[in-house]
């Protein structure tokens, strides 16, 4: 399930390019919240944190229980980290996009799949896995949500594949793909032994 930390975080009032380089000249990363019941604000993070928080994570999705210190005023929003820009060079982050979702409410996310063990056609027989889908659309609730789907390839045979249908989800977790989608497949080496 998706691994859900907590983030501090402040409103930011001023928007606008020169004020979002005095938010990185503070050493925080300028930010927005929306969601479904939520009015889109403005807000900081702090880099080192954000940074730290991404590092340790598995899969893309996060669950991030966002602490809004405004003055003496403090609320938590439950979010999800929808999207973060990098600088195309220096790889450092420049904005982060939160989605607020409700505990209550399913949400729809993207989850990585990755496969597990070696296939016995690629280990005995000499064939290749291929991996035709990088990840699934899942709709869950958000404690439900997976960080990445595993998928046992071992058993595997030259010309075998598993499909959308055949991946075992955890509970909670329905996918919106189409299951008769192909996601592995182990195809015969097209490489002849030379003579």
């Known amino acids: ?39 889109p604000a403005n807000l900081e993070v702090s880099h080192r ?3 730290a928080l991404l590092s340790h994570a598995v899969g893309e999705n996060i669950l991030v229980e966002l602490e809004i210190q405004d003055g003496s005023k403090k609320n938590s929003q ?5 999207e973060v820009q990098h600088h195309p060079i220096g790889r450092n982050i420049l904005h982060v996009d939160f989605q607020a979702v409700s505990m209550t409410e399913e949400i729809s996310a993207s989850v990585t ?10 280990k005995n027989f000499g064939g290749l896995l291929e991996q035709s889908i990088r990840s699934l659309s899942v709709r869950c ?4 949500l ?5 998928v046992d390839v071992s058993a595997l045979k030259i010309g075998e594949s598993i499909h959308v249908r055949d991946i075992k989800l955890p509970a909670g977790v329905t996918v919106e793909d189409n299951e ?12 002849s032994a030379e003579p």
């Open 1 to 39: 399930m998706a691994k859900q930390v907590k983030l501090s975080a402040r409103p930011r009032i001023e928007s606008g390019r020169n004020s979002v380089k005095g938010v990185r000249a503070r050493g925080s990363v300028p930010a927005v919240i929306y969601g479904k019941k939520t009015a």
């Open 49 to 51: 944190d954000l940074e």
């Open 78 to 82: 439950l979010s999800l980290i929808q």
């Open 113 to 122: 799949v990755e496969s597990v063990g070696e296939a016995d056609g690629v």
């Open 141 to 144: 609730l958000p404690q439900n």
């Open 146 to 150: 997976p960080e990445v789907i595993t």
């Open 180 to 191: 008769d989608l192909t996601v592995f497949i182990v195809a015969e080496s097209s490489v």
